[in-house]
């Protein structure tokens, strides 16, 4: 069936990857039967113009260290483009995007662990782009900092602390990945050879 993901994790045992292809571009409208089973959502990775930083936000119900890429829901009859470009302008107050450089990187499925309520699984739509001027204030009660990522090491953090599920981190560690294929993104973030749990205290990082 078109809309099934079969689930695969990356890179550290060479199984294959997450991402996949269930739109053309970034302004294409999600497929209907998407919405009837998960809930999709566009992944912002920003990236400053220079290709170095990444822009990363905390939730204030979120654990102290735990920074994520941007991350909003799609509304029937949007694109992934369109989405990222409007929740930018409702949450982070001053950024400027350059929308020319906003580019489809691949979609997958986040199941969620302690679902409550019936709450559908996140199916993620993973963007990238470039940010002209960092954003100046926080306009979401949901977000409270943001920070950003200047290389791989400042990323130990993040995958160290055990906060962020594995398949959250693969598809972060991913959507990095290929922005830096893309050479929108001047380092890359090295997935562990071995295979580990969620609360793995060891990795190893590479730059480019």
């Known amino acids: 069936m078109l809309y099934v993901i079969k689930a695969l994790g990356i890179g550290h045992e060479g199984e294959g990857k997450l991402f996949q292809q269930h739109i053309n571009t970034q302004w294409d409208f999600i497929p209907e039967p998407i919405f009837a089973s998960h809930r999709p959502t566009v992944g912002a990775l920003l990236i400053n113009q220079h290709g170095r930083g990444i822009l990363l936000v905390h939730h204030a119900d979120a654990p ?74 926080i306009k979401n009660e949901e977000i409270d900092d943001v920070t950003f990522a200047w290389g791989p090491e400042h990323l130990h953090g993040l995958f160290e602390s055990g906060d962020i599920r594995r398949r959250k981190r693969d598809m972060i560690v991913e959507a990095i990945d290929h922005a830096h294929r893309l050479q929108l993104l001047s380092w890359r973030y090295e997935v562990p050879e071995a295979a580990v749990d969620e609360s793995v205290t060891s990795r190893r990082f590479a730059t480019a």
């Open 64 to 137: 102290a260290h735990t920074y994520i890429p941007p991350q909003g829901g799609i509304n029937r009859n949007e694109s992934p483009g369109t989405a990222l470009l409007r929740e930018a302008r409702e949450e982070l107050g001053g950024i400027v995007i350059d929308t020319q450089s906003i580019q489809f990187l691949g979609d997958c499925v986040n199941e969620m662990s302690g679902r409550r309520n019936n709450e559908k699984d996140k199916w993620f739509f993973w963007l990238t782009a470039r940010y002209l001027q960092a954003p100046s204030s």
